[in-house]
């Protein structure tokens, strides 16, 4: 069994910054690909941010949060990050973190809550 532990949520300002981790433990194998998706109040749940290990090890971003959120990964501590910069009102979300395990399948985290307000 592997289990995913988001943290790193919170309330912050309009312009400020957060950082999300999720952490993989119990049987870890190879992994296909790392993902941030969130999902908002009366809105579909939204692919924010994918890291695919695979295929050439690419990044995409949705078009919302390019060029402010970057995602990346530490192997040794087998945790995926979500680095979140000038935050805007509309990035307030529950945000999940899945991972796509060789063989396993997908994992999601349990979501942790982002909140942007003056």
């Known amino acids: 069994q592997v289990q995913l532990v988001e943290s790193g949520g919170g309330l912050v300002q309009p312009g400020g910054s957060l950082r999300l981790s999720c952490a993989a433990s119990g049987s870890i194998f190879s992994i296909n690909a790392m993902g941030w998706y969130r999902q908002a109040p009366g809105k579909q749940r939204e692919l924010v941010a994918l890291l695919t290990i695979t295929s050439g090890g690419t990044t995409t971003y949705a078009s919302s949060v390019k060029g402010r959120f970057t995602i990346s990964r530490d192997n040794a501590k087998n945790t995926v990050y979500l680095q979140m910069n000038s935050l805007k009102p509309e990035d307030t979300a529950l945000y999940y973190c899945?991972?796509?395990?060789?063989?396993?399948?997908?994992?999601w985290g349990q979501g942790t809550q982002v909140t942007v307000s003056s």
């Open positions: 899945n991972i796509n395990f060789r063989g396993v399948g997908t994992r």
